[in-house]
C-alpha cells in the first residue's frame, strides 16, 4: 500500500512519486488544499482567489478523471497537510508516502511534518545537485548562471511517460477526514470559472482549462504554429492570447511538467530548425530555474523585507504605511493609467502579461512606497499562474532585495506607456470609463 500526495504537479506524466508508488499493490492518490491557503494574509484577502480557486479545480477535475481511466481515483481534501496526511498513512498502516520535492518554503515544513514521506526530485529542468556550477555562492547575476550552463550544453532531464494503469485504492473508513472532504465539495463547487471576454489567458473556455488534457493540447498547438518563430518579437505584447506562451498556468499546478516543454521546445528546434523565438522561449524557462534555485538556496529569507541582501534596499528604507494607497493599487484607482489597467486586467481575468507585471510592481515600490511583500501577496491571490518561487523571485528582483545587478529597477510610467502601448489600445480595453 502506497500514497501520493499530489501537491504542485497535477498530472500522470512525469511524475516519479506516481511511478514508484505503482510498484505496490493498492495506491491512495491524495491532493490536500492547505486550509491556511483560505485564511487572510497580508494583503487582507485570502490566499488564494476566486480565478486560482476556479483554475485549480479544473486541474483537480481533470486529474481525477485521468487517474479514474488508469483504475485509480483522487481523494481531495482541505485541511492542514501534514495533519491530513499522516492520518491517512496511520489508516494505511503507515503507508509511504510518495511527495515532488518543492522549493516553497511552506511546502518544504509542510514534508517535515509528515512521517513516512519518500521525497522525489522533479519540479525544473535539470537535478539540482548536478549542475556544472556551485550553487553557494549563489550565480549572480542571472546571465551568469545562464551562461554556465549554455556554455556547458547542460542537458534537461527527459520526461517520464505517463503510466496507463494503476493499482485500485484502498478503501477508507466513510468518516476518515470527513470534514476536510466535506470541505473540498463544497469549495470546489462553489468556485465557478470567471469568464471575460477580453480575457489574455481565458481559463473558462475548455481549450484553457488548468487539467493536464487542456495543457499537453495546448503545447502541441503552440508548437506547431508561427507563435513560436514570432515569440521574441511579441512576448512584450499586452492584448490577446497568442503575444506570449501561456504556459505558466499550467506550469504553475504542475499540471504539465517543465521537462515535456522543453522536450516539445527540442523537437520543435529538431523539425523546424532553430529560432530566435524557440531560444528565447529557453531563455525565458531558463528564468523559472534561476528562481526556483533561488528559493531553494535561500529559503525563508526570500520573505523577509531585505530579501537575501544584507540590508534594506533604498526603496524599502523609504516604506512607509498607506494602507489608502495600497487599496488603490489593487482596484486599480491610483490615477496612473497604465498602472489601474493592468491592476484591472489582473482582477478580471487572473492574469496579466510579464510587461504589465513589472510595471505594476515597480510603480507599487517606487512610486507608491509601499512593502514589495504586500504586492508579492496580493499577486498570490490574484494570479491562476501563481509560483511562489518566479512569484517571489521577481519582486525581490524589482525591489532591489533579490540578485538585480541594478539594485531597485524603477520602470517609468510614461516611458513604458508610450513603448509598449502607444495607440492607446491597452488602456482604452481596460478602462473603459477612462477612454471612451
Ligand atoms: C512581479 C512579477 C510577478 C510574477 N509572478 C509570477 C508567478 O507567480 N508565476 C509565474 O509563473 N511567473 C511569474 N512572473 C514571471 C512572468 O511574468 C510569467 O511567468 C509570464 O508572464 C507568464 O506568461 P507566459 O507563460 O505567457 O510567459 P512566456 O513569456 O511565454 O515565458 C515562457 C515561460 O518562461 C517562464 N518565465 C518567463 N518569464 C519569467 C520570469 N520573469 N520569471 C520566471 N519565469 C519566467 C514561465 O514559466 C513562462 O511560462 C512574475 C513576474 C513579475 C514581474
Given at each position: ?303 523577509h523585507r531585505q530579501g537575501i541582501q544584507t540590508q534594506l534596499s533604498d526603496s524599502s528604507r523609504k516604506v512607509r504605511h ?42 507599487l515600490i517606487h512610486?507608491?512606497h509601499q512593502d514589495w511583500r504586500l504586492g508579492a ?18 519582486w525581490l528582483?524589482l525591489a532591489g532585495a533579490g540578485?538585480?545587478?541594478?539594485s531597485d ?28
Amino acid at each position: 500500500m502506497a500514497i501520493v500526495w499530489f501537491r504542485h504537479d497535477l498530472r500522470l506524466h512525469d511524475h516519479a512519486p506516481l511511478r514508484a508508488a505503482a510498484q505496490d499493490d493498492s495506491l491512495l492518490a491524495v491532493y490536500c488544499l492547505p486550509s491556511a491557503w483560505l485564511a487572510t494574509g497580508p494583503a487582507g484577502v485570502a490566499r488564494i482567489g476566486a480565478h486560482r480557486l476556479a483554475h485549480l479545480g479544473q486541474a483537480l477535475a481533470g486529474l481525477k478523471a485521468a487517474l479514474q481511466a488508469c483504475g485509480n481515483d483522487l481523494l481531495i481534501l482541505v485541511a492542514e497537510p501534514a495533519s491530513a496526511l499522516n492520518t491517512l498513512s496511520a489508516a494505511l498502516d503507515n503507508a509511504p508516502i510518495h511527495v515532488h520535492a518543492h522549493p516553497g518554503w511552506e511546502e518544504r515544513e509542510a514534508i517535515a511534518g509528515v512521517k513516512n514521506t519518500c521525497v522525489h526530485e522533479g519540479g525544473g529542468l535539470f537535478d539540482r545537485h548536478d549542475l556544472p556550477l556551485p550553487l553557494d555562492p549563489f550565480p549572480t547575476p542571472f546571465t551568469h548562471f545562464r551562461k554556465r550552463l549554455e556554455a556547458a550544453q547542460w542537458p534537461a532531464l527527459s520526461p517520464q511517460p505517463a503510466p496507463t494503469s494503476l493499482p485500485a485504492s484502498p478503501a477508507l473508513p466513510d468518516n476518515l477526514l470527513y470534514d476536510a472532504r466535506s470541505a473540498a465539495t463544497a469549495l470546489f463547487a462553489n468556485s465557478p470559472a470567471q469568464a471575460d471576454a477580453r480575457s489574455a489567458l481565458p481559463y473558462a473556455e475548455p481549450d484553457w482549462h488548468g487539467s493536464e488534457a487542456a495543457g499537453l493540447a495546448h503545447l502541441q498547438r503552440y508548437f506547431s504554429t508561427e507563435l513560436v518563430a514570432d515569440y521574441k518579437a511579441t512576448r512584450n505584447g499586452l492584448l490577446g492570447t497568442d503575444y506570449s506562451s501561456k504556459w505558466s498556468p499550467w506550469l504553475a499546478l504542475g499540471s504539465v511538467s517543465v521537462r515535456e516543454i522543453e522536450a516539445q521546445r527540442l523537437a520543435y528546434e529538431d523539425h523546424y530548425g532553430a529560432n530566435d523565438g524557440s531560444y528565447w522561449l529557453w531563455f525565458e524557462l531558463m528564468w523559472r530555474e534561476y528562481f526556483q534555485l533561488l528559493m531553494w538556496q535561500f529559503g525563508r529569507r526570500c520573505f523577509h523585507r531585505q530579501g537575501i541582501q544584507t540590508q534594506l534596499s533604498d526603496s524599502s528604507r523609504k516604506v512607509r504605511h498607506d494602507p489608502a494607497a495600497f487599496q488603490a493599487w489593487c482596484t486599480g484607482t491610483t490615477g496612473c493609467d497604465l498602472v489601474d489597467a493592468g491592476m484591472r486586467e489582473l482582477a478580471a481575468t487572473g492574469y496579466l502579461s510579464n510587461r504589465l507585471r513589472q510595471n505594476v510592481a515597480s510603480y507599487l515600490i517606487h512610486d507608491l512606497h509601499q512593502d514589495w511583500r504586500l504586492g508579492a501577496a496580493w499577486l498570490e491571490h490574484q494570479l491562476i499562474d501563481f509560483d511562489v518561487a518566479s512569484n517571489q523571485g521577481n519582486w525581490l528582483y524589482l525591489a532591489g532585495a533579490g540578485t538585480d545587478p541594478r539594485s531597485d529597477r524603477r520602470f517609468n510610467p510614461v516611458r513604458q506607456t508610450a513603448m509598449y502601448d502607444p495607440d492607446g489600445a491597452y488602456r482604452r480595453c481596460w478602462l473603459p470609463d477612462r477612454f471612451s
